[in-house]
């Protein structure tokens, strides 16, 4: 049995981590539940799981030690840079981290990864992309590899002309081709600032710099990512775009339990990759130059982010101001060490607050 602590249960990786849970109720128990603001699911999910503790952030202040104190493994699957504070509690705690919240990672991923090795708590990929990678490693993170691939599907937006983009509504940007997600992500994807926080997510899981790491196109959405090797071999995970496979492949490794149907290969057609068009997508390169750059850019880069695809979704800027946004607060806030918790959050506040006074000119 599996005692889980899940962070971030009415989103839509909770929700499927549920469906995990409800699917092998012999193998997994839900110890702890906590949610960000939806407190009336919450308390249906409590009836139905009876978890030890059940929590909304939104309702006061946040038991951090209560919730990892009776689980074997904490499943992170808040959204946003709040993600960021349950990562760092549950490493304290000793209790082994799946990781579904990108953003502890991309502002974070200095400050998760040396506690993460102090307290010897191991970070298992949720996010579809790096789970790829770690099966094509065969779960072996210390296995030498040329270049780690990760595969983008280019989003609803991928054969606009520039000035089009210019023109996207909210509603296009949530119909992404392939992938079923949230709306925040959704929105990420269509601008490609999502392939860029996984590139940062691939260095600091798997200890690489970001010359061995790659994105290419893959409108399919069926190879997941890939693996290249010194002697040229690339090995790749495949599947239907389905995240209930990396949600319960993260819970049960290296053991496989029934998940999703097999690929009708036959039936599939063809599989192409194209290259990444940065150009006509400025947030890929947001994304990477912050990373690259380290200590609170990542943070700052978020924190505009959040800020933006918020206020893209009210219809309150166009789709490319999402990335003009991003751009004038790395611009205009500089870079600092990230010393602790606090100095993220201090510089998450600070972006927040420059990408409003962008926005709405206050
Ligand atoms: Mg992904």
Known sequence: MINIALIG??????????????????????????????ADSLSMLKKE????????AAEGEIPFGALFEDCDVAFIAAGGFAGLAYTMSAIEAGKRVLLAN????????????????????????????????????????????????LTASGGPFLHY??????????????????????????????????????????????????????????????????????????????GYPDMRLPIQLALTYPERLACTPQLDLARLGALHFLPLPKEKFPCFGLALAAGRAGGTAPTLLNGAAEEAVSAFLKGHITFSQIAETIGDVLGSIPREEAEDLSALKEADAAARRAARAFIYGK
């Open 9 to 38: 249960c009415t989103g839509s990786i909770g929700r499927q981590t549920l469906d995990i849970v409800r699917s092998h109720p012999e193998r997994f128990r839900i110890t702890a539940l906590a949610c960000g603001t939806d």
């Open 49 to 56: 799981f009876s978890p030890c503790i059940a929590h909304c």
């Open 102 to 149: 990108k953003e502890s990672l991309v502002c974070g991923g200095e400050l998760v990864m040396k506690a993460a090795k102090e307290r010897g708590v191991e970070i298992v990929p949720v996010d579809s992309e790096h789970s790829a990678i770690f099966q094509a490693l065969g779960f072996r993170r210390e296995a030498g590899f040329e270049k780690l691939i």
């Open 161 to 238: 002309e520039k000035e089009a983009l210019a023109r996207v509504t909210a509603q296009e940007a949530l119909a992404h081709p392939t992938w079923k997600m949230g709306k925040k992500v959704t929105v990420d994807s269509a601008t490609l600032l999502n392939k860029g926080y996984e590139i940062i997510e691939a260095k600091w899981l798997y200890e690489t710099d970001f010359e061995h790491i790659e994105a290419v196109v893959h409108p399919e959405s069926i190879v997941h990512s890939l693996v290249s090797f010194a002697d040229g071999a690339m090995i790749a995970q495949l």
